[in-house]
């Protein structure tokens, strides 16, 4: 999922040295489907097409301290920004089973709590909601960080490795 609303104040996303090392993966062996600048709605409908076990999703997120939530930023019908909070998020992943087994949030935020409020975030609700595992930042990342995270942690899988071992394997090359 590649989200860039188009109301100008969001810096840009880049995604394509990401979505080459998922083309470059093996066809036999794993499916890409591309959901680029989806509306909820739209999100909603590809996860119910193309039943993924992985999402991975490249855009912005924040967290609001002051609620204890987290949101990622998907397109607004008729333009502009919808930001959708932590909880939508993990009741749409829920609507349109089957949940996903791995969410992969490439935006800043992603991982970030509020250890005063339970489940609060993006990844704790979809933890939350039954998704097996969660991939995501705590503060906020730069573009260049989040492409070598994501490009090596595909070549970790590909080559077999478990996700937990995949995730250890880049926090050490990008640190």
Not at 47 to 59: D, K
Request: aromatic share 6%.
């Amino acid at each position: 999922v590649v989200a860039q609303p188009d109301d100008g104040r969001l810096g840009p996303v880049d995604a394509d040295p990401v979505l080459a090392e998922l083309k470059g993966l093996d066809p036999a062996r794993y499916h890409l489907t591309e959901c680029r600048n989806p509306t909820m709605d739209g999100l909603g409908d590809a996860l119910r097409s193309a039943r993924p076990h992985l999402v991975h999703f490249m855009g912005h997120g924040e967290f609001d301290a002051e609620r204890a939530q987290g949101s990622i930023a998907l397109r607004r019908e008729g333009g502009g920004t919808n930001w959708v909070d932590d909880r939508h998020l993990a009741g749409l992943m829920q609507w349109n089973r089957p949940l996903p087994r791995v969410v992969v949030l490439h935006s800043c935020d992603g991982a970030r709590t509020d250890f005063q409020a339970s489940f609060a975030g993006l990844a704790p609700q979809l933890v939350r909601a039954g998704v097996q595992c969660v991939v995501a930042m705590q503060y906020a990342v730069t573009n260049a960080t989040a492409i070598a995270f994501s490009s090596a942690f595909y070549a970790e899988v590909a080559a077999g490795r478990a996700l937990d071992e995949a995730v250890q394997a880049c926090r050490w090359r990008i640190s």
